[in-house]
């Protein structure tokens, strides 16, 4: 999927993969796709959960080699 800006959060434990979610989606505009790289298992639920908060929607989402990637649309 084609996404407009790349997000690396390996590594991180939660709340860090979100708290650097939310700054990269300030710097896109609305409609734009941010893609989210993260290996902390609670990142699906977190990130499901406030992007449905915020008013973004979770366009879909893969694991691959222990590496969940997400697709985030602005709102």
């Known amino acids: 999927m084609k996404s407009d800006e790349v997000l690396d959060a390996k590594g991180l434990a939660c709340p860090m993969p979100i708290v650097r979610t939310k700054k990269a989606m300030t710097e896109l505009e609305s409609g734009q796709i941010l893609e989210i ?16 908060s915020g008013g973004h929607e979770l366009v879909t989402d893969t694991e691959e080699d222990g590496v969940f990637k997400f697709w985030i649309k602005k709102g």
Not at 37 to 52: E, V
């Open 37 to 52: 790289h993260a290996t902390d298992k609670g990142a699906k639920n977190d990130l499901a959960a406030w992007a449905k």
